[in-house]
DNA sequence: GCAATATAGATCCATATGGTTCTATATTGA
DNA sequence: TCAATATAGAACCATATGGATCTATATTGC
């Protein structure tokens, strides 16, 4: 990083909107290098390997479900899981009590591919985590969950349209 | 949030992968609230404000260090300084040196448009993360910090092609 | 019981995005 | 000095994205 890289950086994560600005330096940095590694490796977009991740570890699960967990439009949700479907990653099971709803579940191929990306994605997590102490990290955790525990996070008073 | 929202978060966030989940889903979930708003009144991508923002606070500043302070692919950096400057709220100055590079300057509009911006997105920060405490926020921040001084997040060894 | 409303998810379409390539200029090294 | 390489930024184009709308089904209230 070069010097002026670094009075940039100081002087945007001390200023009014530091919070923001930092989180999403780390995660657009991140999506970055994680993004583009998944979808050339694994011909996947980044919605897709998260529908599939929310699949597997909660068979059953619903559209409107995978939404709550990875906030995006519902159509790009929608698409992922036809994407997921066509390749046979995961299969989908009408409601029996409302027929409006598919239950989502992983094929055996499915599981597999995403045990792989899984753990390559974790590597990936340890190397930018890492920089962290166990207690750190430990406490990074709590600080997050405690912002999307509130009810502000999906809503906002402030953005009413004025 | 349903129970059944409150258990899938509950696992989720103490998975393997809790780190980058809980820290990407705070991300995607402001995005979906703010982004929207000031897409939708002061019709502006994303891109564009957070390219005015790096203009207003370091006028003179070239594309490829916005491209440093928001990681981006270069050429949505190219776009939205295409789209500032077509709406006159940014100028650009040849360097005398390097008559390659390009350097920033905030119009009077382009500022005057900003802090109306950053008004409103201190307010949505405060909404975010108001939640925290003062030391929790500081302890935050300083975690944050430790992670994007690091020299992992920009680059990977995992991802290195297999 | 049934009209009014809400919800699950699919589809449409205009626009944003990002990988790639291109041009112009700078730097490097034999 | 000048060919080889690197860099700043623009442009091209195929694809992803998301707001709006649509269909089908469920729920609600009179």
Redo the contacts between chains.
Sequence with gaps: ?SD??LS??E???S??????M?????????N???SR?IE??YDMPVHAWSTL??TV??PG?LAK?VQ??????QNSISRAIKLLEERQLIRREVDKSDTRAKHLFPTEEGAALLAGI?E?????????????TDS??E???R?????????????????E??
């Design positions: 990083m002026k890289g940039i950086f002087e945007t994560f200023s009014d909107l530091c919070y923001l930092a989180m999403s330096h780390i995660v657009l940095a991140n970055q290098v994680t590694f050339k490796n991740y929310a570890y909660f699960i479900e709550v967990l990875f906030p995006r439009p899984e390559k994605v974790k590597q990936r997590q340890e190397e930018v985590f890492g920089v962290l750190e990290k406490t990074f955790l600080l997050c969950r405690k912002i999307i525990d509130s009810d502000t996070l999906n809503s906002s008073a402030a953005f349209v004025f």
